[in-house]
């Protein structure tokens, strides 16, 4: 297929355009770069010996969109371009719905106008809210705490509206858990811009040399050791999720209507047995301290991933050990990510 992949310089993106070439697709890429590097995709076609077309474009710009759209022709379109810093979109929040429930508006239109309704959508378990009942399921209560959270809310209900309007449309709402990891040739990863917000690469810098000591935010959660659960997800695994769900929904046989799938692996990990992971992958000491919770933080998120198991045949087949030996990989060949090395 040909397909349309916004956002496809950044972290998931960039991982799941080599999945998606290594199934035969032909992959064009969206992307105004802005947390983001063409070197990333440079070294996409390295990874997967051929080039991939980068397309200048910001999501805003409904006629940059449209014209994107005419020229590429795509069958298909995943949509990864959004901004997705929680403190950032708190400062900015009218920011946050222009780019990402805007920019999903322009993408839908000019979707529409070319014919093409067949949608992967970049979602996160943040529609979970503050829900407290685990493990998650796609039937869990849905709801968000900050702006960011409401962005994904909100433009998920767009798409389950725009679906059920016209039943030519399919869509896939792909909730991630906490995407960390990288490809195993140590080629592509994270690479965030200033310090770190999520823990795995704040992590991964620690290790480097980069930053001196990780903080843990609160050690007095109900959980076993005190610290944050999580259900970290590898971003291979993710990427392969994407490939999953684009079968599913496409072709004459694809579903229609719109469907959330969890892409999680139904484990949760503590910031402690990360941090002892990490240091088991690197062979470096990561020295930690420990302050007070980070507001909205929750004890602890995991997916029940069964509707993808059972609906897409796919599973995470990553654990924790393999996500920092990748990291590490990385992030130790790379100490700077894209920007000197
Ligand atoms: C965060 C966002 C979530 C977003 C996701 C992916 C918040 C409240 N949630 O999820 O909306 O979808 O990132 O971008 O920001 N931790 C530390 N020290 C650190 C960083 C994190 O102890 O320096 C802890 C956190 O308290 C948490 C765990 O590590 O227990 C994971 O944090 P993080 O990687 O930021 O992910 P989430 O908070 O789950």
């Given at each position: 297929?040909?397909?349309?992949?916004?956002?496809?310089?950044?972290?998931?993106?960039?991982?799941?355009?080599?999945?998606?070439?290594?199934?035969?697709?032909?992959?064009?890429?969206?992307?105004?770069?802005?947390?983001?590097?063409?070197?990333?995709?440079?070294?996409?076609?390295?990874?997967?010996?051929?080039?991939?077309?980068?397309?200048?474009?910001?999501?805003?710009?409904?006629?940059?969109?449209?014209?994107?759209?005419?020229?590429?022709?795509?069958?298909?379109?995943?949509?990864?371009?959004?901004?997705?810093?929680v403190?950032?979109?708190?400062?900015?929040?009218?920011?946050?719905?222009?780019?990402?429930?805007?920019?999903?508006?322009?993408?839908?239109?000019?979707?529409?106008?070319?014919?093409?309704?067949?949608?992967?959508?970049?979602s996160s378990a943040t529609v979970y809210g503050a829900a407290t009942q685990m493990p998650l399921t796609e039937d869990s209560p849905l709801g968000a705490t900050n702006?960011y959270g409401w962005t994904k809310f909100m433009?998920e209900q767009?798409?389950?509206?725009?679906?059920?309007?016209?039943?030519?449309?399919?869509?896939?709402l792909l909730r991630y858990f906490n995407?960390?990891?990288?490809?195993?040739?140590?080629?592509?990863?994270?690479?965030?811009?200033?310090?770190?917000?999520?823990?795995?690469?704040?992590?991964?810098?620690?290790?480097?040399?980069?930053?001196?000591?990780?903080?843990?935010?609160?050690?007095?959660f109900d959980t076993?050791?005190?610290?944050g659960v999580r259900d970290?997800i590898?971003?291979?695994?993710?990427?392969?999720?994407?490939?999953?769900?684009?079968?599913?929904?496409?072709?004459?046989?694809?579903?229609?209507?719109?469907?959330a799938w969890n892409l999680g692996t139904g484990t949760g990990?503590?910031?402690?047995?990360?941090?002892?992971?990490?240091?088991?992958?690197?062979?470096?000491?990561?020295?930690?301290?420990?302050?007070?919770r980070r507001a909205g933080d929750v004890a602890t998120s995991y997916a029940d991933p069964a509707r993808?198991?059972?609906?897409?045949?796919?599973?995470?087949?990553?654990?924790?050990?393999?996500?920092?030996?990748?990291?590490?990989?990385?992030?130790?060949?790379?100490?700077?990510?894209?920007?000197?090395?």
């Amino acid at each position: 297929m040909q397909i349309l992949v916004t956002g496809g310089a950044g972290y998931i993106g960039s991982h799941t355009v080599v999945e998606l070439l290594a199934q035969g697709h032909e992959v064009v890429v969206l992307d105004d770069l802005s947390n983001a590097s063409a070197e990333a995709l440079r070294r996409v076609g390295e990874i997967a010996g051929r080039e991939v077309e980068l397309l200048e474009v910001d999501v805003t710009d409904e006629a940059a969109v449209l014209a994107a759209l005419e020229g590429a022709r795509p069958e298909a379109v995943v949509h990864f371009a959004a901004l997705k810093a929680v403190g950032e979109s708190v400062e900015q929040p009218e920011r946050y719905y222009r780019t990402n429930v805007g920019g999903t508006l322009n993408l839908v239109r000019a979707m529409d106008a070319v014919g093409c309704r067949t949608l992967v959508f970049s979602s996160s378990a943040t529609v979970y809210g503050a829900a407290t009942q685990m493990p998650l399921t796609e039937d869990s209560p849905l709801g968000a705490t900050n702006p960011y959270g409401w962005t994904k809310f909100m433009t998920e209900q767009v798409l389950r509206d725009v679906a059920a309007s016209d039943e030519r449309w399919s869509v896939a709402l792909l909730r991630y858990f906490n995407p960390v990891g990288a490809h195993p040739s140590g080629r592509i990863g994270e690479d965030p811009r200033g310090v770190p917000n999520n823990l795995v690469p704040f992590i991964a810098q620690v290790a480097v040399g980069r930053r001196e000591q990780l903080t843990v935010f609160g050690d007095d959660f109900d959980t076993p050791d005190g610290t944050g659960v999580r259900d970290y997800i590898h971003v291979v695994d993710l990427a392969e999720g994407h490939v999953a769900a684009l079968a599913k929904i496409s072709g004459p046989d694809g579903v229609r209507g719109a469907h959330a799938w969890n892409l999680g692996t139904g484990t949760g990990s503590s910031v402690r047995q990360v941090v002892a992971a990490f240091e088991r992958a690197s062979g470096r000491e990561v020295p930690v301290r420990v302050a007070p919770r980070r507001a909205g933080d929750v004890a602890t998120s995991y997916a029940d991933p069964a509707r993808a198991r059972d609906e897409l045949g796919w599973t995470a087949r990553r654990g924790l050990d393999e996500m920092c030996e990748d990291t590490w990989r990385w992030q130790s060949g790379n100490p700077q990510g894209y920007a000197t090395s």
